[in-house]
């Protein structure tokens, strides 16, 4: 098990005085899932101070914003809540036949258990013919549920998967595994879609855009997952260079 000063010397793509950006390994958790060890809980113990901006489950691999004080916490926090950071994700998922772009405007709601679900029936889920999945006002469920909004660009297909890079607009637990299940496309080896799950999920957060803190400067990093998170595509590994500058 990766442990957090094998990450704090081995896996920081971006680091200053005011923040680490790291590149989380998939299956260990950011903070604390119930009994077990986290990255944060290891960073305390001995004596890094760390905070978290954001968020990845423990599932997903790839990027995570880090303040080493208050103040800058204050501030990138900040950032994700009035949505200027740009976050990039890349997904391996089941099934082939999406649109090259679209995108998935799908409510989410907390339903039993805590589970995050979409707030609608599976029947009421509408593709339009450009890629767009939404569904009629008039049939989202009743209770408190929340917009949740992600583009989408198919950058790769074979062996019945699709290698895609997501973009979402609005930071949702589980958005993207959530939505992707719904339409369809689950992500290869979620635990909360795929039986059986497999031995990681491929789902990595992949670049992340936001303004610098201290200088107001536009930072991008960038952290590509390891090629055995191509696997399921049968050896086909989608050229990451040619999304730069793109977007979903």
Known sequence: MVDWTTVRDHRVVYGD????????????????????????????????????????????SGLVLLARDQQTHGVLTRQFADRTVIKEYLAVVRGTGLADTGRIDLPLSVGRKNRVRIAAARDAIIESASGHWTVPEDAVLSGRHYPASTDFRTVGEQNDHAALLLRPHTGRRHQLRVQLAWIGHPIEGDPL????????????AWRLTFSHPASGESITVRADPDHAFWQPLGGLVPSLDAQLGEGA
């Open 17 to 60: 005085d005011h923040l680490l950006v790291i590149d989380k390994p998939a299956g260990i958790a950011l903070i604390g899932e119930r009994n077990d060890t986290d990255l944060m809980q290891q960073a305390r113990e001995v004596g890094d101070f760390v905070m978290p901006a954001h968020r990845i489950d423990k599932v997903t």
């Open 193 to 204: 879609f795929c039986k059986p799950p497999g031995e990681r999920t491929h789902l990595h």
